[in-house]
C-alpha cells in the first residue's frame, strides 16, 4: 500500500531533550516536507526537499533540523525543543514538485507536547 | 506577500449545500487545490483548479475560481455527516511554492 508513514504518532517530552520524528514514503517520491499545524494558522512549511540531499528551508525553519540521505526517509529534529514546539507534525510527499496538479500524500501526523 | 485566508467555521444542515470560500494574494499562482482533513488523519487532495478555469464540478463538489477578485470556493452539495472535516484551500505560487489556507472547520448537524 502506496503511504507515508510517521512515527511516533504521539509524543510527550521536556525542553531541551533532543527528539527526532521520523518519516518514510514508499512512493519513490522525489519530494518531501515538513509541516506544523497550529489552530488558526493553518499548516507552515517547515523544511522541504527537492531530491536525495538537497533541503531547504520553509517558512518557519527555526529550531528544528532535517536530512534526506535516502531517497524514501526525511527525519525532522529537534535539537533542543522548546514549549512553543508544541504542535501537530505532517510529513508529506510528491513526485515532483513542479508536476502541474500534483498532489502532496500527507503521513497521519505527529503530536508533539514539550513541557 | 503570499497570504492565503479561510474563515475558521462554517455549520451546515444534512442535506443543504455547504460553500466554503478561500482569498489568495498571489496572482501569479497557476493552481489551487481543496484538501480536506478528517478528525486524526492527514490532509488529502480533494479536488483542484487550474487558474485559467473559472469552474470545476466534480460529483458533489464544485469549484469556483474569481481570479480578478483572488476569490476561490468550494461547494458541497447534499452535505452528509461524513463531510465533517477541515479544508484547507492551497495554492501554488511564484517558486512552485504550495501555501495552504488557515483552514475552515465543517460541522454537519442532523
Known amino acids: 500500500e502506496a503511504q507515508v508513514t510517521q512515527n511516533p504518532r504521539y509524543l510527550i517530552t521536556v525542553t531541551g531533550k533532543k527528539l527526532t520524528v521520523t518519516c518514510s514514503q514508499n512512493?519513490?517520491?522525489?519530494?518531501m516536507s515538513w509541516y506544523r499545524q497550529d489552530p488558526g494558522l493553518g499548516l507552515r512549511q517547515i523544511y522541504y526537499s527537492m531530491n536525495v540531499e538537497v533541503t531547504d528551508k520553509g517558512d518557519v525553519p527555526e529550531g528544528y533540523k532535517v536530512s534526506r540521505k535516502e531517497k524514501r526517509n526525511f527525519p525532522l529534529i529537534l535539537e533542543s525543543p522548546s514549549p512553543n514546539q508544541t504542535s501537530l507534525y505532517f510529513c508529506?510527499?510528491?513526485?515532483?514538485?513542479?508536476?502541474?496538479?500534483?498532489?502532496?500524500?500527507f503521513g497521519p501526523g505527529t503530536r508533539l507536547t514539550v513541557t | 506577500g503570499e497570504d492565503v485566508e479561510q474563515s475558521l467555521f462554517l455549520s451546515v444542515r444534512e442535506g443543504d449545500s455547504s460553500v466554503i470560500n478561500c482569498t489568495y494574494t498571489?496572482?501569479?499562482?497557476?493552481?489551487l487545490y481543496w484538501y480536506k482533513q478528517e478528525p486524526g488523519a492527514g490532509l488529502q487532495l480533494l479536488t483542484y483548479?487550474?487558474?485559467?478555469?473559472d469552474m470545476k464540478q466534480d460529483q458533489r463538489l464544485t469549484v469556483l475560481l474569481n481570479k480578478k477578485d483572488k476569490h476561490l470556493s468550494l461547494r458541497i452539495a447534499d452535505t452528509q455527516t461524513g463531510d465533517s472535516a477541515i479544508y484547507f484551500c492551497a495554492e501554488i505560487g511564484r517558486g512552485n511554492k504550495l501555501t495552504f489556507g488557515t483552514g475552515t472547520q465543517l460541522k454537519v448537524e442532523l
Open positions: 483548479i487550474f487558474s485559467n478555469m
Open positions: 498571489d496572482s501569479s499562482s497557476t493552481y
Open positions: 512512493m519513490n517520491h522525489e519530494y
Open positions: 508529506a510527499s510528491s513526485p515532483k514538485v513542479s508536476v502541474p496538479g500534483y498532489e502532496q500524500y
